[in-house]
């Protein structure tokens, strides 16, 4: 499984933001796909997830009401819409698969949100 992740920029807070992931390799409804981040100095943190149809979405706390998980099989990708965006929310965004025990991770893109 590749993961290729787009989308980051340089907003305010209280924008929003809508960041995409492009999966290549494996058939993409054959296994779930989520989000973690990494701000600098801080572990990564999961973010959220989506289930292979798409119907069950799981979410951290610090995200849920704010962002929504959501993909499109038919096109191999998955989204994050992030609003009410924070400063708290600056970091590099990853795309993460979990395939018959094996993770993959996008290289990352980053999402700045000033105060």
């Known amino acids: 499984v590749q993961l290729q992740a787009s989308g980051g920029g340089l907003v305010q807070a209280g924008d929003s933001l809508k960041l995409s992931c492009v999966a290549s390799?494996?058939?993409?409804?054959?296994?779930?796909i989520g989000w973690f981040r990494q701000a600098p100095g801080k572990e990564r943190e999961y973010v959220g997830a989506?289930?292979?149809?798409?119907?069950?979405?799981y979410y951290s706390d610090s995200v849920k009401g704010r962002f929504t998980i959501s993909r499109g099989n038919a096109v191999n990708t998955m989204y994050l819409q992030m609003n009410s965006l924070k400063p708290e929310d600056t970091a590099t965004y990853y795309c993460?698969?979990?395939?018959?025990?094996?993770?993959?991770w996008g290289q990352g893109t980053q999402v700045t949100v000033s105060s």
């Open positions: 993460h698969a979990q395939d018959y025990g094996f993770d993959y």
């Open positions: 989506v289930s292979q149809s798409g119907f069950a979405k």
């Open positions: 390799g494996r058939a993409f409804d054959s296994y779930p």
